[in-house]
Protein backbone atom coordinates (compact mmCIF):
# COMPACT_ATOMS: atom_id res chain seq x y z
CA UNK A 1 0.00 0.00 0.00
CA UNK A 2 2.73 2.34 0.58
CA UNK A 3 4.19 1.84 -2.57
CA UNK A 4 0.99 2.41 -4.53
CA UNK A 5 0.92 5.60 -2.08
CA UNK A 6 4.26 6.83 -2.73
CA UNK A 7 3.41 6.19 -6.87
CA UNK A 8 -0.02 8.22 -7.22
CA UNK A 9 1.61 11.67 -6.86
CA UNK A 10 3.93 11.57 -9.53
CA UNK A 11 1.49 9.86 -12.31
CA UNK A 12 -0.76 13.17 -10.88
CA UNK A 13 1.56 15.37 -11.29
CA UNK A 14 1.85 14.20 -15.24
CA UNK A 15 -1.34 14.42 -16.17
CA UNK A 16 -1.58 18.16 -14.47
CA UNK A 17 1.50 19.04 -16.79
CA UNK A 18 0.31 17.61 -19.73
CA UNK A 19 -3.17 19.21 -19.33
CA UNK A 20 -1.05 22.86 -18.69
CA UNK A 21 0.50 22.10 -22.09
CA UNK A 22 -2.35 21.08 -24.12
CA UNK A 23 -4.30 24.36 -22.88
CA UNK A 24 -1.35 26.69 -23.46
CA UNK A 25 -0.78 25.03 -27.40
CA UNK A 26 -4.54 25.97 -27.80
CA UNK A 27 -3.96 29.14 -26.34
CA UNK A 28 -1.41 29.74 -28.70
CA UNK A 29 -3.01 28.57 -31.32
CA UNK A 30 -5.91 30.75 -31.17
CA UNK A 31 -3.96 33.92 -30.13
CA UNK A 32 -4.28 36.45 -33.09
CA UNK A 33 -1.41 36.61 -35.67
CA UNK A 34 1.03 39.74 -34.95
CA UNK A 35 0.22 41.32 -38.01
CA UNK A 36 1.32 44.81 -36.29
CA UNK A 37 4.78 43.79 -35.25
CA UNK A 38 5.49 42.11 -38.39
CA UNK A 39 4.50 45.34 -40.10
CA UNK A 40 6.75 47.04 -38.15
CA UNK A 41 9.31 44.93 -38.56
CA UNK A 42 9.03 45.19 -42.62
CA UNK A 43 9.00 49.43 -42.15
CA UNK A 44 12.21 49.26 -39.94
CA UNK A 45 13.32 47.18 -42.57
CA UNK A 46 12.94 49.76 -45.21
CA UNK A 47 13.86 53.05 -43.65
CA UNK A 48 17.13 51.08 -42.51
CA UNK A 49 18.17 49.75 -45.82
CA UNK A 50 16.24 52.50 -48.81
CA UNK A 51 15.64 55.85 -46.56
CA UNK A 52 17.74 58.32 -48.57
CA UNK A 53 18.25 61.08 -45.70
CA UNK A 54 19.55 63.70 -47.71
CA UNK A 55 16.01 64.25 -49.20
CA UNK A 56 13.82 62.44 -46.98
CA UNK A 57 12.45 60.15 -49.64
CA UNK A 58 13.08 56.29 -50.18
CA UNK A 59 15.17 54.43 -52.76
CA UNK A 60 13.50 52.58 -55.43
CA UNK A 61 15.40 49.15 -54.66
CA UNK A 62 18.39 47.49 -53.05
CA UNK A 63 20.95 45.77 -54.99
CA UNK A 64 24.52 44.54 -54.09
CA UNK A 65 25.91 47.95 -54.81
CA UNK A 66 23.43 49.35 -51.85
CA UNK A 67 20.44 51.47 -52.58
CA UNK A 68 19.05 52.83 -56.16
CA UNK A 69 18.03 56.53 -56.79
CA UNK A 70 14.41 57.41 -55.53
CA UNK A 71 11.39 55.24 -56.10
CA UNK A 72 8.81 56.11 -58.71
CA UNK A 73 5.61 57.36 -58.20
CA UNK A 74 3.75 54.06 -57.93
CA UNK A 75 5.98 52.61 -54.74
CA UNK A 76 5.93 56.31 -52.91
CA UNK A 77 2.34 55.82 -53.13
CA UNK A 78 2.63 52.45 -51.55
CA UNK A 79 4.98 53.38 -48.96
CA UNK A 80 2.91 56.30 -48.00
CA UNK A 81 0.34 53.78 -47.15
CA UNK A 82 2.06 51.40 -45.50
CA UNK A 83 3.17 54.54 -43.40
CA UNK A 84 -0.22 55.53 -42.50
CA UNK A 85 -0.38 51.96 -41.06
CA UNK A 86 2.23 52.67 -38.76
CA UNK A 87 0.86 55.36 -37.60
CA UNK A 88 -2.02 53.84 -37.12
CA UNK A 89 -0.98 51.12 -35.11
CA UNK A 90 1.94 53.12 -33.26
CA UNK A 91 2.10 56.66 -33.05
CA UNK A 92 5.76 56.95 -32.54
CA UNK A 93 5.70 56.31 -36.09
CA UNK A 94 3.72 59.87 -37.17
CA UNK A 95 7.23 61.86 -37.39
CA UNK A 96 8.51 59.67 -40.40
CA UNK A 97 4.99 60.14 -42.13
CA UNK A 98 4.86 63.63 -42.01
CA UNK A 99 8.32 63.97 -43.11
CA UNK A 100 6.96 61.78 -46.02
CA UNK A 101 4.32 63.81 -46.79
CA UNK A 102 6.11 66.80 -47.00
CA UNK A 103 8.78 65.50 -48.89
CA UNK A 104 6.56 63.69 -51.69
CA UNK A 105 6.40 67.48 -52.63
CA UNK A 106 9.76 67.23 -54.59
CA UNK A 107 7.82 64.87 -57.31
CA UNK A 108 5.01 67.79 -57.83
CA UNK A 109 5.39 69.54 -61.37
CA UNK A 110 3.68 72.78 -61.44
CA UNK A 111 4.09 72.36 -65.65
CA UNK A 112 0.39 72.33 -67.48
CA UNK A 113 -1.96 71.93 -68.49
CA UNK A 114 -2.80 71.24 -64.99
CA UNK A 115 -0.27 70.39 -62.27
CA UNK A 116 0.11 67.33 -60.33
CA UNK A 117 2.76 64.29 -59.32
CA UNK A 118 5.31 63.30 -61.88
CA UNK A 119 6.86 59.56 -61.97
CA UNK A 120 10.45 61.09 -60.40
CA UNK A 121 11.05 63.75 -58.60
CA UNK A 122 11.45 66.93 -60.74
CA UNK A 123 12.93 68.64 -62.26
CA UNK A 124 12.55 66.88 -65.47
CA UNK A 125 10.83 65.97 -68.61
CA UNK A 126 7.26 65.45 -67.72
CA UNK A 127 6.00 62.27 -67.54
CA UNK A 128 2.78 62.19 -65.21
CA UNK A 129 0.26 58.69 -64.59
CA UNK A 130 -3.19 59.54 -63.39
CA UNK A 131 -3.16 56.30 -61.42
CA UNK A 132 -0.09 57.26 -59.57
CA UNK A 133 -1.72 60.19 -58.52
CA UNK A 134 -4.88 58.54 -57.41
CA UNK A 135 -2.97 56.36 -55.31
CA UNK A 136 -1.36 59.12 -53.40
CA UNK A 137 -4.89 60.85 -52.92
CA UNK A 138 -6.16 57.71 -51.20
CA UNK A 139 -3.15 57.83 -48.90
CA UNK A 140 -3.17 61.74 -48.46
CA UNK A 141 -6.59 61.41 -47.14
CA UNK A 142 -6.18 58.82 -44.94
CA UNK A 143 -2.68 60.60 -43.68
CA UNK A 144 -5.07 63.65 -43.19
CA UNK A 145 -7.28 62.05 -41.02
CA UNK A 146 -4.41 60.44 -38.90
CA UNK A 147 -2.67 63.87 -38.49
CA UNK A 148 -4.02 66.35 -36.52
CA UNK A 149 -4.19 70.36 -37.06
CA UNK A 150 -1.77 71.89 -39.38
CA UNK A 151 -0.27 68.62 -40.30
CA UNK A 152 -3.58 67.48 -41.35
CA UNK A 153 -4.74 70.83 -43.11
CA UNK A 154 -1.82 70.15 -45.96
CA UNK A 155 -2.09 66.54 -46.58
CA UNK A 156 -5.59 67.15 -47.74
CA UNK A 157 -4.69 70.47 -49.12
CA UNK A 158 -2.04 68.26 -50.98
CA UNK A 159 -5.13 65.38 -51.76
CA UNK A 160 -6.71 68.33 -52.73
CA UNK A 161 -4.24 69.25 -55.62
CA UNK A 162 -3.51 66.26 -56.99
CA UNK A 163 -6.72 65.24 -57.53
CA UNK A 164 -7.33 67.58 -59.30
CA UNK A 165 -4.71 66.64 -61.72
CA UNK A 166 -6.58 63.04 -61.92
CA UNK A 167 -9.89 64.53 -62.98
CA UNK A 168 -8.13 66.64 -65.74
CA UNK A 169 -7.46 62.84 -67.09
CA UNK A 170 -11.29 62.26 -67.83
CA UNK A 171 -12.81 63.24 -70.71
CA UNK A 172 -15.78 62.46 -73.03
CA UNK A 173 -13.89 59.96 -75.42
CA UNK A 174 -14.95 56.14 -74.76
CA UNK A 175 -18.05 58.15 -72.51
CA UNK A 176 -15.96 58.74 -70.30
CA UNK A 177 -13.35 57.57 -68.05
CA UNK A 178 -9.81 58.46 -67.04
CA UNK A 179 -7.17 58.18 -69.19
CA UNK A 180 -3.95 55.63 -67.86
CA UNK A 181 -1.00 57.98 -68.40
CA UNK A 182 -1.27 61.54 -69.62
CA UNK A 183 1.68 61.62 -72.50
CA UNK A 184 0.52 58.72 -74.02
CA UNK A 185 -3.89 58.80 -73.71
CA UNK A 186 -4.18 55.61 -75.62
CA UNK A 187 -6.30 53.80 -72.61
CA UNK A 188 -8.70 53.93 -69.89
CA UNK A 189 -7.80 51.68 -67.59
CA UNK A 190 -9.17 50.18 -64.33
CA UNK A 191 -6.22 51.63 -62.22
CA UNK A 192 -6.88 54.92 -63.27
CA UNK A 193 -10.78 54.97 -62.66
CA UNK A 194 -11.74 52.41 -59.71
CA UNK A 195 -8.73 54.16 -57.28
CA UNK A 196 -9.85 57.92 -58.56
CA UNK A 197 -13.37 56.72 -57.69
CA UNK A 198 -12.38 55.74 -53.81
CA UNK A 199 -9.87 59.11 -53.78
CA UNK A 200 -13.41 61.32 -54.58
CA UNK A 201 -15.83 59.49 -52.08
CA UNK A 202 -12.82 59.93 -49.40
CA UNK A 203 -12.27 63.51 -50.24
CA UNK A 204 -16.34 63.99 -50.34
CA UNK A 205 -16.13 62.26 -46.68
CA UNK A 206 -13.31 64.63 -45.61
CA UNK A 207 -14.71 67.59 -47.12
CA UNK A 208 -18.11 67.56 -47.74
CA UNK A 209 -18.20 68.71 -51.53
CA UNK A 210 -21.16 67.11 -53.71
CA UNK A 211 -18.38 67.37 -56.61
CA UNK A 212 -16.15 64.57 -55.12
CA UNK A 213 -19.51 62.27 -54.64
CA UNK A 214 -20.71 62.98 -58.13
CA UNK A 215 -17.12 61.93 -59.57
CA UNK A 216 -16.87 59.22 -58.04
CA UNK A 217 -20.19 58.20 -59.36
CA UNK A 218 -19.19 59.61 -62.64
CA UNK A 219 -16.13 57.41 -62.53
CA UNK A 220 -17.49 53.91 -60.69
CA UNK A 221 -20.66 54.23 -63.21
CA UNK A 222 -17.95 54.00 -66.34
CA UNK A 223 -16.09 51.65 -65.16
CA UNK A 224 -18.26 49.23 -64.22
CA UNK A 225 -19.91 49.32 -67.68
CA UNK A 226 -16.68 49.27 -69.92
CA UNK A 227 -14.90 47.46 -67.53
CA UNK A 228 -16.31 44.79 -65.65
CA UNK A 229 -16.92 40.92 -66.84
CA UNK A 230 -20.36 40.11 -66.73
CA UNK A 231 -19.73 36.46 -65.91
CA UNK A 232 -18.12 36.73 -62.82
CA UNK A 233 -18.25 40.60 -61.64
CA UNK A 234 -14.60 40.36 -61.59
CA UNK A 235 -12.34 43.82 -63.36
CA UNK A 236 -10.77 43.76 -66.78
CA UNK A 237 -7.72 45.78 -67.17
CA UNK A 238 -8.25 48.20 -70.06
CA UNK A 239 -10.01 49.98 -73.09
CA UNK A 240 -8.11 51.32 -75.40
CA UNK A 241 -9.70 54.17 -77.45
CA UNK A 242 -10.38 52.42 -80.09
CA UNK A 243 -12.70 49.79 -78.45
CA UNK A 244 -10.56 47.46 -78.08
CA UNK A 245 -10.57 45.37 -74.70
CA UNK A 246 -7.42 44.32 -72.65
CA UNK A 247 -9.62 41.43 -70.54
CA UNK A 248 -6.28 40.57 -68.34
CA UNK A 249 -7.32 40.60 -64.61
CA UNK A 250 -5.10 41.65 -61.56
CA UNK A 251 -6.54 41.33 -58.10
CA UNK A 252 -6.54 45.06 -57.43
CA UNK A 253 -8.04 46.21 -60.19
CA UNK A 254 -11.13 44.00 -58.30
CA UNK A 255 -10.30 45.18 -55.45
CA UNK A 256 -10.43 48.68 -55.57
CA UNK A 257 -13.90 48.17 -57.19
CA UNK A 258 -14.66 46.30 -54.22
CA UNK A 259 -14.30 49.45 -52.03
CA UNK A 260 -15.90 51.98 -54.41
CA UNK A 261 -19.15 49.80 -54.15
CA UNK A 262 -18.63 50.17 -50.47
CA UNK A 263 -17.97 53.81 -50.38
CA UNK A 264 -20.78 54.44 -52.83
CA UNK A 265 -23.13 52.65 -50.65
CA UNK A 266 -22.03 54.30 -47.50
CA UNK A 267 -21.97 58.43 -49.39
CA UNK A 268 -25.72 57.89 -51.01
CA UNK A 269 -24.62 57.37 -54.41
CA UNK A 270 -26.89 57.92 -56.96
CA UNK A 271 -25.67 54.40 -58.58
CA UNK A 272 -28.41 52.25 -56.61
CA UNK A 273 -29.56 51.64 -53.16
CA UNK A 274 -27.19 50.81 -50.25
CA UNK A 275 -28.25 46.94 -50.17
CA UNK A 276 -27.55 46.55 -54.22
CA UNK A 277 -24.33 48.11 -53.73
CA UNK A 278 -23.13 46.02 -51.11
CA UNK A 279 -24.20 43.04 -52.93
CA UNK A 280 -22.56 43.52 -55.60
CA UNK A 281 -19.40 44.36 -53.60
CA UNK A 282 -19.93 40.74 -51.83
CA UNK A 283 -20.23 39.12 -55.27
CA UNK A 284 -17.18 40.69 -56.22
CA UNK A 285 -15.39 40.14 -53.15
CA UNK A 286 -15.98 36.09 -53.42
CA UNK A 287 -15.40 36.20 -56.84
CA UNK A 288 -12.22 37.55 -56.40
CA UNK A 289 -11.26 34.72 -53.36
CA UNK A 290 -12.25 32.05 -55.96
CA UNK A 291 -10.05 33.66 -58.84
CA UNK A 292 -6.90 34.49 -56.96
CA UNK A 293 -6.60 32.37 -53.56
CA UNK A 294 -5.31 29.07 -53.69
CA UNK A 295 -7.30 26.96 -52.15
CA UNK A 296 -4.84 25.01 -50.41
CA UNK A 297 -2.54 27.31 -48.91
CA UNK A 298 -4.46 30.32 -48.46
CA UNK A 299 -1.92 32.70 -50.54
CA UNK A 300 -3.00 35.48 -52.74
CA UNK A 301 -1.49 34.20 -56.39
CA UNK A 302 -0.82 37.68 -57.66
CA UNK A 303 2.20 40.48 -57.50
CA UNK A 304 1.99 42.03 -54.35
CA UNK A 305 1.91 45.76 -55.54
CA UNK A 306 -1.64 44.11 -56.34
CA UNK A 307 -2.21 41.02 -53.43
CA UNK A 308 -1.87 44.04 -50.66
CA UNK A 309 -5.00 45.76 -52.11
CA UNK A 310 -7.02 42.94 -52.74
CA UNK A 311 -6.38 41.56 -48.89
CA UNK A 312 -7.24 45.31 -47.60
CA UNK A 313 -10.71 45.15 -50.16
CA UNK A 314 -11.73 41.93 -47.72
CA UNK A 315 -10.95 43.49 -44.77
CA UNK A 316 -12.81 46.24 -45.70
CA UNK A 317 -15.55 43.98 -47.08
CA UNK A 318 -15.64 42.28 -43.71
CA UNK A 319 -16.38 45.26 -41.67
CA UNK A 320 -18.74 47.06 -43.66
CA UNK A 321 -20.29 43.51 -44.55
CA UNK A 322 -19.98 41.81 -41.67
CA UNK A 323 -18.81 38.81 -43.44
CA UNK A 324 -15.96 37.11 -41.07
CA UNK A 325 -15.04 34.83 -44.19
CA UNK A 326 -13.20 38.17 -46.24
CA UNK A 327 -11.16 38.45 -43.29
CA UNK A 328 -10.47 35.23 -42.69
CA UNK A 329 -9.47 34.82 -46.23
CA UNK A 330 -7.64 37.84 -45.94
CA UNK A 331 -5.44 37.09 -42.69
CA UNK A 332 -5.00 33.59 -44.28
CA UNK A 333 -3.22 35.32 -47.07
CA UNK A 334 -1.33 37.06 -44.73
CA UNK A 335 -0.13 34.08 -42.50
CA UNK A 336 1.27 32.78 -45.31
CA UNK A 337 3.12 35.25 -46.84
CA UNK A 338 4.79 35.79 -43.56
CA UNK A 339 5.74 32.17 -42.49
CA UNK A 340 6.31 31.02 -46.49
CA UNK A 341 7.41 34.46 -48.37
CA UNK A 342 9.76 36.60 -45.36
CA UNK A 343 12.77 34.80 -46.62
CA UNK A 344 16.28 35.50 -44.73
CA UNK A 345 16.44 38.84 -43.32
CA UNK A 346 12.94 39.57 -43.49
CA UNK A 347 12.77 40.73 -47.17
CA UNK A 348 9.50 40.07 -48.92
CA UNK A 349 8.61 38.37 -52.44
CA UNK A 350 7.68 39.98 -55.35
CA UNK A 351 4.55 37.61 -55.70
CA UNK A 352 2.66 36.42 -52.43
CA UNK A 353 2.45 32.93 -53.70
CA UNK A 354 6.24 32.50 -54.29
CA UNK A 355 8.17 30.97 -51.19
CA UNK A 356 11.59 32.13 -50.42
CA UNK A 357 14.01 30.21 -49.27
CA UNK A 358 17.24 32.05 -49.84
CA UNK A 359 18.65 35.56 -49.00
CA UNK A 360 17.19 38.19 -52.13
CA UNK A 361 20.34 40.37 -52.84
CA UNK A 362 18.48 42.67 -54.58
CA UNK A 363 14.67 43.51 -53.45
CA UNK A 364 12.36 46.14 -54.21
CA UNK A 365 10.80 48.97 -51.77
CA UNK A 366 7.06 48.42 -53.49
CA UNK A 367 7.38 44.32 -52.26
CA UNK A 368 8.30 45.62 -48.91
CA UNK A 369 6.37 48.30 -48.36
CA UNK A 370 3.30 45.99 -49.83
CA UNK A 371 3.78 43.38 -47.17
CA UNK A 372 4.24 46.05 -45.00
CA UNK A 373 0.59 47.82 -45.50
CA UNK A 374 -0.86 44.37 -45.56
CA UNK A 375 -0.10 43.24 -41.95
CA UNK A 376 -0.69 46.71 -40.83
CA UNK A 377 -4.17 46.87 -41.79
CA UNK A 378 -4.63 43.33 -40.46
CA UNK A 379 -3.32 44.56 -37.71
CA UNK A 380 -5.67 47.57 -37.37
CA UNK A 381 -9.27 46.60 -38.18
CA UNK A 382 -9.39 46.71 -42.31
CA UNK A 383 -11.68 50.07 -41.84
Known amino acids: MLETGKAGPPKMLALTLAAQ ?200 GWTLQRLQDPADGLMWDNIAVDGSIEKTKWSYNTALTIRALLLAADTGSGLGTPAALRTEASRMADAAIEYWIDPETGAIDDGAAFAHLLAEALLVAAGSLEEPRYRDAAEGALVWLREHGAGPGGIYPGRWSEETLEPRSEWSLMDQASAARGFLVGGNDGS
Open 21 to 220: LIAADASAREAPPPFAEWGLEAIEIIRRDLYLSEKSLYADKMTDDGPSGPAFMWGCGVMLSALNGAAAVDPSYRPWLVEYVHALERYWSEEGPVPGLDVLPTPKPVDRYYDDNAWVVIALVESADLLGGEESAHALDFAQRTMDYVLSGEDATLGGGIYWRESDKASKNTCSNSPSAVAAYLLYQATGDDGYRDAGDRLL
